[in-house]
């Protein structure tokens, strides 16, 4: 069983059951970005530090990065989004993540938002 925390950056973590960990927007976001035209990935095997730029995403609106919420080394990346960035408009929190990242201190994970924090966090947005 997964479970699923969130940053004010309006980023999704999904904590794997092999210990592994899926970065992804959030709905919320995607939905105040629109329509996603490029998605740049990190490399597979860079090592990077809580707060560095992960990836770069550009929307019909505006630029944007994908911060590192924790430190830690990237495992995988969706190539999907190269061809179709379109993917995190249509599936923010499945198909449409960024990245899989080893977690360098995973009890960081716990000073993020659950689910019902993050509903509290934007909306109080509005």
Do not use: C
């Amino acid at each position: 069983m997964s479970t699923t925390r969130y940053t004010q950056e309006h980023e999704w973590l999904r904590i794997e059951a092999d210990g592994l960990v899926t970065v992804g927007i959030t709905d919320f976001a995607q939905g105040h970005l629109g329509d996603l035209v490029y998605v740049q990935l990190p490399e597979v095997g860079a090592e990077l530090g809580k707060g560095e730029e992960a990836a770069v995403i550009e929307s019909v609106k505006t630029a944007g990065e994908i911060m590192m919420p924790t430190a830690g080394t990237i495992v995988e990346v969706n190539t999907l989004l190269a061809d179709e960035p379109g993917k995190v408009n249509e599936e923010p929190l499945a198909g449409g993540w960024f990245f899989k990242m080893k977690v360098n201190h995973p009890d960081e994970l716990d000073a993020l938002m659950d689910e019902a924090a993050y509903a509290t966090f934007i909306a109080d947005l509005d």
